[in-house]
């Protein structure tokens, strides 16, 4: 199964609702999932495996401890586990519905071979925050963070390789970056995106160990997707979208539907793609970036309906489908017609 990339997302027990959107060239069906008054928050949707999401953040208004939650249908329940570790876990990947790893700050690092049913926490020898992780196979990962921080795994995040960077914010020289996601083709061959005094697009052509900038923009990086060896996009600070169409090696800027900050892309079917940012940001497109079409979302607060204006963190797709969801709670189901 293709791995899937963690989006944003709090919250444990579900309560769904529905309501229907009509937008320029297509109908979209939303299924809006709300959160109860739980007091954890999950900031990252791991994947979508069949029925099975995971959730990963941390119990803030308790321990503030890294928790992971796991529903079995499709996001209507949670079940919590809570780690031993300290802090907020931000970003992860599964590899398939069994294989993944989460990460976070400090340099925290979990993970699970039993589609999240326990998880274990490992040591990456780093303290930087981490910001991003890959899995190529169920062994082999790498995760990316502040300071131009890259750690690389051989055995599935059990044990780590410290490749760059390493240590916290204020011990660090001028140029480092913020290394926010990353993409590996083969084990020597990848391509990282992050923010600093100008957003960067690097690649490396050794595992890791040393990154090449191959395009720089004014506007910082936060995510990017590659939907095949050659085709793949980043997007990031005010409605930046960039694509390449040969493998990283070189990027153009693409329109953009907004000026608003995207925090996340995903790849759904052929030519199909979905974003998500600040103000409520929803969009879709149907010719690889070309065009872009927003989604008008609503919440629903004390029985009263009103245009969603909350960031959304992230955004998972599966062919016409796509799960995306905001840092306060709720997570929309979005569906193509």
Known sequence: MVGRRFAWVCGVTLALGMVAHSVAHAQVRSQELRASEDPGEFYSAAMQAGDTYILVGEQSLEDQKASVAVSGDSGATWTVHKTMAPGRLVAGYMFDAQNGLAVGEAGTALTTNDGGASWDVRTTKVQADLQGAFLL?????????????????????????????????????????????????????GIVVGAGTEGAILST??????????????????????SDADHGWAVGKYGLIVRTSDGGATWERLGSPTEEDLWDIDVGAPGTLWISGDQGVVGYSTDSGASWTLVGLHMTVFETTKSLTKPMRGVVAAGAKAWVSTEWGRVYYLELQ
């Open 205 to 226: 052509k050794d595992g890791g160990k040393k990154l090449d900038i191959v395009y720089q923009s004014e506007d910082n990086f936060v995510d990017l997707v590659f």
């Open 137 to 189: 196979t169920a062994d082999k990962g790498w995760a990316v963070g502040a300071n131009s921080t890259i750690v690389t795994t051989s055995n599935g995040g059990s044990t780590w390789q410290v490749l760059q960077g390493g240590q916290p914010s204020g011990q660090v020289g001028e140029g480092e970056i913020m290394l926010m996601g990353v993409h590996f083709f083969d084990e020597k061959n």
